[in-house]
């Protein structure tokens, strides 16, 4: 019940704020589960005149120390379901300041949570594809130009490439990898 009293009460500055011609933002949601996102956003949405709403969602609160897990999973159903800015959560949320290694994880993870939403709402699958056709061409090891930190992801491929010249295989599939077998499949053609 307070959660609806505190929209009601968001709407009403916000129509004041509105009326005066006063830029606003709203800064909404926080620790909710991912059910009640959808619902409260576009509540909020409708009660604040469409003003842009900025969430701080937390899927859950047993993610202790790693809190960025918890806040990316709930920032993609949060832009999935309408919100218009999310905030960067670290693991160091609620039980200290973070590092410069715990900030660049968290932006990187939304960074991700983001692009998921974004992906869901408005069907741009540029990089997807794009990172699906490497996969196929090179064996799984994709295109860390297109990858959500493309410095990252050039490091992984680096740290977990052991195969030097053999085909790259899935690190799960091993032989068995469908898209390992298609280029193998290829190759002998």
């Known amino acids: 019940m307070l959660l609806f009293e505190e929209l009601i009460t968001m709407g009403e500055l916000c129509r004041r704020a509105q009326n005066a011609n ?10 909710a589960t991912i059910n009640h996102i959808p ?5 909020a949405k409708e009660l604040c005149n469409g003003a842009p709403y900025r969430v701080l969602p937390m899927a859950t609160d047993i993610a202790l120390g790693f809190d960025h897990i918890s806040a990316a999973i709930a920032s993609a159903v ?21 590092s410069q ?13 983001a692009h998921c939403g974004e992906v869901s709402v408005n069907r741009e699958m540029s990089k997807e594809r794009q990172m699906s056709l490497t996969r196929w061409q090179q ?21 977990y490439d052991r195969l030097d010249d053999q085909l790259i295989q899935c690190s799960m599939c091993g ?7 298609g280029i193998a499949g290829s190759a002998k053609r």
């Open 22 to 31: 006063v830029p606003i933002m709203v800064e909404g949601i926080g620790h």
């Open 39 to 43: 619902q409260h956003i576009q509540l």
């Open 78 to 98: 949060a832009v999935n379901s309408g919100a218009d800015a999310i905030t960067c959560v670290s693991r160091a949320e609620h039980i200290g300041l973070p």
């Open 101 to 113: 290694e715990d900030l660049e994880e968290a932006i990187i993870a939304t960074i991700i949570a």
């Open 139 to 159: 064996g799984c090891k994709g295109d860390w130009t297109v990858a959500a930190c493309p410095e990252g992801a050039k490091k992984a491929l680096k740290k």
């Open 175 to 181: 032989a068995y990898c469908g898209i390992t077998a």
